[in-house]
């Protein structure tokens, strides 16, 4: 018998109907099974949570991993639950509620949360005996599991509003989303790396600073220039795209 002969056929089988959707974005290779056995129902917990507080058609996201690969399906919500998430939708849209969420994150569970991280990192293994390191294992994992939860929990405060405004300002402007996307890379302030302080406001103001630092300054024309999403335009000239050199942006 060769070993060939002894290969075990990898077969990709859906656990029940409906439309499954390979990940390869999130997980372009098999995960180990540590994760598919936690991830799959934190992934759903916290997907849930943020489609009930959004008032969302969906009753959430789920994972399933086959032989390693992940795989993702949207589960619809319950068609008798359907007017109270449009009643929902609307008291999201009118109150701004991922504000809330903000402060909640702000104020409560980003300090829990790295409490809790440091609690579980002040343990040293080497110092526990078998019984006390398998509950420690099981403590992290645990916790490893409620920040997955937590995390998708929180992801719909930073894509609901950003959709409504490049769906409203695209309609009223004209704009593709790759220019009005720009106006949201913020200003972080990476060691060795100086960010214009003006992007926050309008890329015109970051590119007068930017020509006011350049031999050759690029002038944004809104017919020929695009924001590209570094704190400067990129324009266009017969020998191509150009984009100021400014350092400070």
């Given at each position: 018998m060769t070993n060939a002969d002894t290969v075990t056929e990898l077969r990709f089988e859906p656990p029940d109907l409906g439309f499954y959707e390979l990940d390869p974005v999130h997980f372009p290779r098999p995960v180990t099974r540590y994760w598919s056995e936690v991830h799959p129902a934190a992934f759903k917990r916290g997907t849930g949570d943020f489609a009930r507080f959004y008032g969302m058609l969906i009753d959430s996201l789920q994972m399933v991993y086959i032989n390693g690969f992940a795989y993702k399906i949207v589960q619809p919500v319950a068609d008798d639950d359907v007017p109270a998430r449009f009643q929902r939708a609307s008291e999201v849209i009118q109150g701004k509620l991922w504000r809330e969420q903000l402060r909640?994150?702000?104020?409560?569970?980003?300090?829990?949360?790295?409490k809790a991280h440091r609690e579980l990192q002040a343990v040293d293994p080497d110092q526990l005996s078998d019984d006390q390191l398998v509950a420690h294992l099981t403590r992290c994992r645990d916790h490893h599991a409620a920040m997955i939860a937590q995390h998708m929990r929180f992801t719909a405060s930073a894509v609901v509003p950003t959709g409504d405004f490049l769906a409203h300002v695209g309609d009223w402007t004209g704009l593709p989303p790759s220019q009005l996307l720009g106006l949201m890379q913020g200003s972080p302030q990476t060691p060795g790396r100086r960010l214009c302080s003006s992007r926050m406001a309008t890329p015109a103001r970051c590119c007068r600073r930017c020509a006011?630092?350049?031999?050759?300054?690029?002038?944004?024309?809104?017919?020929?220039?695009?924001?590209?999403?570094?704190?400067?335009?990129?324009?266009?000239?017969?020998?191509?795209p150009t984009r100021s050199s400014c350092r400070t942006c």
């Open positions: 909640e994150w702000d104020e409560t569970v980003k300090p829990n949360s790295i006011r630092s350049t031999a050759s300054p690029v002038r944004p024309c809104p017919s020929t220039s695009t924001w590209s999403g570094t704190g400067c335009w990129t324009g266009s000239t017969s020998r191509g």
